[in-house]
């Protein structure tokens, strides 16, 4: 027989609606909501769970985790990760999202060659590990060197670098149509492209691209005849331009936005994942975690600093679809995600954009806006409680107390300080 609950909200965020309604009720039974309102009739058996003391909001998703670490401090190591090691780490920040109120998370693949990551969304489904869900991105296309080519880290050594080099990474077009369709048929959800350089990895810099128009247009052109969307790591205005000629479905950071490109955005109802977290530190000025970073990466921030502070406000003033997505791989752990709450709060995004951007406009990139994303009935039960104050409280994701995913409840909580994290 299914199990029935009925959650009692203190307040209830439904991820469309921008208010907080009072007094509401959810009926779940088996892994769905099947109504929601005021004093709703109890069926036989029913469980009560008493969350009147609680904010309720859909189960939240990021859409930007990089998974493959147990702790971020590992990055510089990952070249020698194992796939079993980046399997289990997978594993590893998909509990600990589910924990923390995260109950889907979009993995852009960073770790090895293989194809662990899609065995771990398949266990994780098939309800064998209390786990987010997860929505697979397994490798990032690109030009050798680009971020993410990890064996960057070996490159005075050029037949090891080349050894290590994933499969995924190379040149031409028929190099990259070949990959797209290989993605896919190892089980890939969506496609990633690394087209700029990046702050974070030993590369050129953001302003370097590392694809021509012609490998780009023939990666889009290959996922979408095979019905997978698209996405890229982007940074100046004149790619993204590019990116939107070529159709893509989204784009992640464009933290050099600029209002000409962002008015295109918005007339194609592009979507953004503007990873606000991993720039906040040098847009507040703050030196101290500022210099947490390699020296590569703290003066390729210094130097775009006055620029990063400008697009954030562009970005801001913009109707563009904005998802929500940490993309932790310095300074916070992979599964930190309510940082990034922090960073839209204090950059003046508005507690229900946020909000929204985190449940339901996200559920929309996933493609996933049937079955998750709101509080509706015929959706997927996958519920989380609060009780900082959503509204208010920059920090107000840093301390999860209900966590249901499916229909199920699972244990809630943070409390296990990190002695690495700030
Ligand atoms: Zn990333």
């Known amino acids: 027989m299914k199990k029935s609950y009925l959650i009692i909200c203190g307040k209830l965020f439904d991820g469309i609606r921008e208010e907080l309604q009072p007094h509401m009720e959810i009926l779940v039974e088996g892994n769905k909501i099947v109504s929601t309102g005021r004093n709703l ?54 509990q600990r999202c589910l924990e923390r109120g995260f109950t889907t998370i979009r993995c852009n693949g960073m770790g090895p060659g293989g194809y662990g990551i899609v065995d771990v969304r398949e266990v994780i489904s098939r309800g064998l590990f209390p786990a987010a869900r997860m929505n697979v991105g397994a490798h990032m296309l690109g030009g050798p060197g680009m971020p993410g080519d990890m064996s960057m880290y070996a ?51 953001p302003e370097i691209s590392y694809l021509d128009d012609e490998e780009l247009e023939i990666i889009i052109r290959t996922a979408h005849d095979l019905g997978k969307p698209v996405t890229a790591h982007v940074y100046p205005p004149r790619m993204m331009k590019k990116l939107l000629e070529f159709g893509i479905d989204g784009m992640e950071h464009g933290a050099l936005m600029d209002e000409e490109t962002a008015r295109t955005f918005e007339k194609q109802d592009t979507y953004l994942v503007p990873t606000f977290s991993p720039f906040q530190d040098v847009i507040e000025g703050n030196d101290e975690l500022v210099d947490m970073n390699t020296e590569d990466s703290r003066m390729k921030l210094r130097k775009y600093a006055p620029q990063l502070r400008e697009s954030r406000e562009i970005i801001r003033g913009s109707q563009i679809r904005l998802g929500f997505g940490s993309d932790f791989c310095a300074v916070h752990q992979p599964y930190e995600s309510w940082y990034e709450y922090r960073s ?30 709101t509080i509706e009935p015929g959706k997927l039960a996958d519920i989380s409680g609060w009780h900082r104050d959503l509204m208010e409280d920059c920090d107000a994701l840093s301390e999860c107390d209900f966590v249901m995913k499916d229909g199920n409840v699972y244990p809630a909580g943070n409390t296990v300080v990190d002695e690495y994290t700030v």
Do not use: C
């Open 41 to 94: 009739s109890r069926p036989k058996e029913v469980e009560i769970i008493d969350l009147g003391h609680l904010t309720v909001t859909p189960g939240m998703i990021d859409a930007h985790v990089h998974g493959n670490l147990m702790r971020w401090q590992e990055t510089d190591n990952i070249l020698f990760q194992s796939e079993g090691y980046s399997t289990l780490a997978f594993l590893h920040t998909a």
């Open 155 to 205: 490159s005075t050594n050029e037949p090891l670098s080349d050894f290590m080099q994933i499969k995924t990474i190379g040149s031409g077009r028929d190099f990259f149509r070949d990959q797209v369709r290989r993605e896919v048929k190892y089980g890939t959800d969506f496609i990633k492209i690394f087209l700029s350089g990046s702050f974070l990895s030993p590369d050129g810099g």
């Open 344 to 373: 839209w709060m204090r950059s003046g995004m508005g507690a229900f954009r946020t909000l929204k951007a985190a449940t339901s406009v996200n559920a929309g990139i996933l493609r996933m806006d049937h079955l998750i994303g």
